[in-house]
């Protein structure tokens, strides 16, 4: 399984990025999909996530600003973040898991990662 993200980018505040997490070897409509994100001297923290039935999970801060879908012909997860604010500066990875869905917001319980893409937000 190898998972690539991409769509990162420097943006000023109140802009928009979409982040993309494209799959081989394997399908995401088998896995959970997340998406989780590192700023400079933070630990790595939960944003959203994509359930393998189609179900959504955000974390608070970013409810109403980023949607997570996913296209099941292209094989990819998509993350739309709009209103984007300096404090969404970090790495963003996207991972999967097969975990159930009350664990989703765990980074250990993901198999499989792709490496992180940089997004900023200036002010």
């Known amino acids: 399984v190898q998972l690539q993200a991409s769509g990162g980018g420097l943006v000023q505040a109140g802009g928009s990025l979409t982040l993309s997490c494209a799959a081989s070897g394997c399908s995401f409509r088998s896995y959970t999909t997340g998406w989780f994100r590192q700023a400079p001297g933070k630990e790595r923290e939960f944003v959203a996530a994509?359930?393998?039935?189609?179900?959504?999970k955000y974390t608070d801060i970013v409810k109403g600003r980023f949607a997570i879908s996913r296209d099941n012909a292209k094989n990819t997860v998509t993350l739309q973040m709009n209103s984007l604010k300096p404090e969404d500066t970090a790495v963003y990875s996207c991972?999967?898991?097969?975990?159930?869905?009350?664990?989703?917001?765990?980074?250990?319980?993901?198999?499989?990662w792709g490496q992180g893409t940089q997004v900023t937000v200036s002010s």
């Open positions: 991972g999967v898991t097969t975990t159930t869905w009350g664990r989703v917001t765990e980074e250990n319980v993901y198999s499989y």
């Open positions: 994509f359930g393998w039935s189609g179900n959504r």
